[in-house]
């Protein structure tokens, strides 16, 4: 059953009132991103909680941050040992300049838990593409993925929790 969400949140609403974690926030505020969007504001209690959401929005509405701010805080609280080879977890996004452009925003909030990022997309050199240059967490058009997966170079994983 799909649940509607307010459309605008109340101004004194924070991203630490959200749930958010410290580092995550600090991060935000570095970046010059104090209060949530509408859409952050929506989803991230549910997300954080663990609860699977969808939502859509214009271009620059948050999308991005309203799931990798929960993508970041799961990761960063499961304190797992990296494993050459096998990322935490693949963003797909559709073209190589969104998947660069995600990584980009995304990059200095995994920075703030000690977790690194890379952008993957065919028309680069091997060497910078490989998934197993970054231990975290990968932003990735869907054809590189797919052969990720097929060469095991990628293990699909959820970040729900069980």
Request: net charge positive.
């Amino acid at each position: 059953m799909a649940v509607r969400r307010p459309r605008s949140t109340a101004p004194s609403t924070t991203f630490s009132q959200l749930g958010v974690p410290a580092p995550l926030v600090e991060a935000l505020a570095k970046g010059g991103v104090t209060t949530p969007f509408p859409i952050q504001a929506a989803t991230l209690p549910d997300v954080l909680a663990g609860r699977d959401v969808l939502g859509r929005g214009r271009t620059g509405s948050g999308k991005t941050y309203a799931f990798a701010v929960p993508l970041l805080a799961r990761l960063a609280a499961r304190h797992a040992p990296p494993r050459a080879g096998r990322p935490r977890a693949l963003i797909l996004a559709p073209t190589r300049e969104l998947a660069a452009q995600i990584e980009a925003s995304i990059a200095p909030l995994a920075a703030a838990v000690s977790l690194r990022t890379l952008a993957v997309f065919g028309g680069v050199p091997r060497a910078v593409r490989s998934p197993r240059s970054v231990p975290g967490w990968t932003c990735s058009s869907p054809v590189l993925a797919g052969f990720w997966t097929i060469s095991r170079a990628v293990t699909p994983v959820s970040t729900r929790s069980r």
